[in-house]
């Protein structure tokens, strides 16, 4: 059997082997992104926010993605997310302090943020506190803030149609291969 001239080039040289290490890294890497900001807080129960303020640096500079659970278990240096007023959607992530009790005997926390000189003004109902930081995910959330609504409908729907033509042009291609490979062995 003779080589002919026109023969598949093997995939098996050193670009080749860089492209495609490179291609899985970042395929785990967005994987790992996904599940650890989506998939991991939907079936523990937890809810991702996004740090705004300068009020948690250095632990959680603005754009930072915290997971928060719930947990009956709080106590001082504890970073929570709470409703800054009771009932209200708008939230804030801060430090425990120091706990106490109300003048009813219910028990109250006092929180600050790591980059705040002083204490919040008002202590904290357990009714208001949504979780503590679960874990912290830099930069993401600045793309989670960026993806809502219909901005998130519009990249779902081209990230699956990116995807979707991807995996038609590897069938092609191996389909291509495999013709190629099936003339050169005659």
């Known amino acids: 059997m003779t080589e002919s001239s026109d023969a598949t080039p093997r995939r098996t040289g050193p670009l080749w082997w860089i492209g495609t290490i ?3 890294v970042l395929l785990i890497g967005v994987v790992g992104v996904l599940l650890a900001a989506v998939v991991v807080p939907k079936v523990a129960g937890a809810q991702p926010y996004t740090i705004l303020t300068q009020s948690m640096e250095p632990t959680y500079p603005p754009g930072t993605l ?3 659970r719930p947990s009956e278990q709080l106590g001082v240096g504890t970073a929570i997310t709470y409703q800054i007023a009771s009932g209200q959607p708008d939230v ?3 430090r425990i302090i120091s706990t106490g009790l109300d003048k009813d005997g219910a028990r109250v926390y006092t929180t600050q943020g790591d980059n705040n000189p002083q204490p919040d003004p008002n202590p904290v109902q ?3 506190i949504r979780g503590e930081v679960w874990y912290d995910i830099p930069y993401l959330g600045y793309v989670n803030n960026w993806l809502t609504g219909s901005t998130r409908t519009t990249v779902v ?3 699956a149609a990116l995807l979707v033509a991807y995996a038609a042009l ?3 291609s191996a389909a291509r291969d495999r013709r190629r490979s099936g003339r050169h062995a005659s």
């Open 22 to 24: 490179l291609s899985w």
């Open 66 to 68: 915290v997971v928060i």
């Open 92 to 94: 804030v992530t801060h």
């Open 126 to 128: 357990p009714g208001q």
């Open 157 to 159: 729907g081209v990230g």
């Open 170 to 172: 590897q069938f092609v």
